[in-house]
Nanobody, 132 residues
Framework: QVQLVESGGGLVQAGGSLRLSCAASGFTLDYYAIGWFRQAPGKEREGVSCISSSDGNTYYTDSVKGRFTISRDKAKNTVYLQMSSLKPDDTAVYYC?????????????????????????WGQGTQVTVSS
């Protein structure tokens, strides 16, 4: 039985910060690339960030570069997404997911974006709402 649980979402004012957590049980995250995705109402699920297990390399979609930081705490079997300078456009349900291998590069589509079909175990999501 494997499971991912996201937490840390909430309501913040534009310009504020939140830290999302993705905690694993039943398996060790160390082996996997871990991705963060988000889905806003009426929009498709979008890849936001990824962290590799092999070398720690990270990926961010252009819209969050310089504002979001992904990190991994191996001792806690948890991956974090620190979000700063939040904008109303960041409002969405945020999901974490395990990749099929250790490298984020292997989980990117032809256009360089994260491809959700390459990710296996998904969390239940946590709501992030940014007010203007």
């Amino acid at each position: 039985q494997v499971q991912l649980v996201e937490s840390g979402g909430g309501l913040v004012q534009a310009g504020g910060s939140l830290r999302l957590s993705c905690a694993a049980s039943g398996f060790t995250l160390d082996y996997y690339a871990i991705g963060w995705f988000r889905q806003a109402p009426g929009k498709e699920r979008e890849g936001v960030s990824c962290i590799s297990s092999s070398d720690g390399n990270t990926y961010y979609t252009d819209s969050v570069k310089g504002r979001f930081t992904i990190s991994r705490d191996k001792a806690k079997n948890t991956v974090y997404l620190q979000m700063s300078s939040l904008k109303p456009d960041d409002t969405a349900v945020y999901y974490c997911a395990t990749g099929s291998g250790p490298q984020c590069e292997s989980h990117r589509d032809w256009d360089g974006t994260l491809e959700r079909v390459y990710f296996g175990v998904w969390g239940q999501g946590t709501q992030v709402t940014v007010s203007s």
